[in-house]
């Protein structure tokens, strides 16, 4: 049977490790890492991504300041707003809540945060950084994946991965690390042709699509080891039943009116798998906790 990568367990270990250390920079500094979070307009999923990021520092001893701008802001004020965070003393690292209203340039916003203060490691400087394998400020959900595996004593060594999407947020820092990892690495995306061969192919597959329980048991060679980044609420009966069937906990849930999550890669491709992180309780946990650590990461390098 398929063993679980538990990334609620994993994190909730790894930030024990963070609040001991943020003790120490207290105690060392005589003042705590702050993250700055800011939100432009009334996105409810973005305003519950932010809610939890704060509360998640709160947890650990991390202070943190949010700034809500309506979603009129114009671009320059956003941009003034992250001028003045990047100027503050008072704060280590900035997080801009994605996605951005459309008359909001994501990118210009990007790069405005400095790359001192960019906790979600994707300003330019940072994934240069990256790319030649000396960042400090890494993106998070890829970070947790490694961190995820290395955790599991899963060796990356030698090991064929395969990481299916080529976001700047996920599959293409991820395909950096894996590689930093001595792992040959695959990236796949839409154009690949042939996609299941690729992928089982992998001794380690990452699912990074969006594209819920889109690689099925033929996806996955036996005993392969499966992360699955993809989280996609589930909107239609027709899906739910598909993915899960009719007689499953997930099945009631949805009828009951409870949010349903999928991942990308289909329950009964898991059973092939040796490892596997679930959705939810995988990734996810682990990219806050990245999120922290970047924090304190960046407080420890503008003290020095
Ligand atoms: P994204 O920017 O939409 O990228 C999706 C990638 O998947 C693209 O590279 C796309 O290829 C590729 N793709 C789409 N359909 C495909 C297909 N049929 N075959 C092969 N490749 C295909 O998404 P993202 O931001 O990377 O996020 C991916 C998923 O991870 C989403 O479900 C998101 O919610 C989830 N996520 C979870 C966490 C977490 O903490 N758990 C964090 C971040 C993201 P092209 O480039 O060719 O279009």
New binding site residues.
């Given amino acids: 049977m398929a063993g679980i990568i538990d990334g609620k367990r994993l994190a909730d270990s790894i930030r024990q490790e963070i609040a001991a250390s943020v003790n120490e920079f207290y105690k060392t500094y005589g003042e705590r890492p702050c993250l700055a979070a800011v939100l432009v307009g009334e996105d409810p999923a973005s305003q519950v991504y932010v809610r939890n990021k704060v509360r998640a520092c709160e947890q650990i001893g991390i202070r943190s300041e949010s700034y809500h701008l309506s979603a009129g802001a114009t671009e320059a004020e956003l941009l003034d707003r992250i001028e003045h965070l990047n100027s503050s003393n008072n704060v280590d690292g900035i997080l801009l809540q994605l996605p951005l209203p459309a008359s909001i340039s994501k990118m210009k916003a990007l790069d405005t945060i400095s790359p001192a203060k960019d906790v979600d490691g994707l300003h330019p400087i940072n994934v240069g950084l990256l790319v030649q394998g000396r960042a400090e400020l890494i993106a998070c ?1 890829p970070s ?1 994946v490694i961190e995820a595996l290395r955790r599991s004593q899963v060796s990356m060594t030698g090991k064929s991965a395969v990481v ?4 700047d ?3 293409k820092p991820l395909a950096l690390l894996l590689m930093q990892e001595n792992a040959t690495v695959t990236v ?5 042709q042939n ?1 299941q061969h690729v992928v089982s192919s992998g001794d380690i597959v990452i699912a ?4 819920p329980a ?1 690689l099925g048991p033929d996806f996955i060679k036996e005993g392969a080891i499966v992360v699955d ?4 609420v589930l909107k239609e009966e027709s899906e739910v039943s598909r993915i899960f069937g009719t007689s499953s906990r997930k099945w009631e849930d949805f009828q009951q009116g409870k949010t349903v999550l999928a991942g ?1 890669v289909h329950p009964a491709a898991y059973e092939r798998a040796s490892m596997y992180t679930p959705v939810p309780g ?3 946990p ?2 806050i906790t990245m999120l922290l650590k970047n924090t304190l990461r960046a407080a420890q390098l503008r003290r020095r």
Avoid: I, N, Q, Y
């Fill in positions: 959900t947790g299916v999407g080529r976001s947020l996920v599959g796949c995306h839409s154009r690949t996609l990074a699509m969006g594209k889109f980044v993809g989280t996609t990308d995988g990734v996810g682990l990219t």
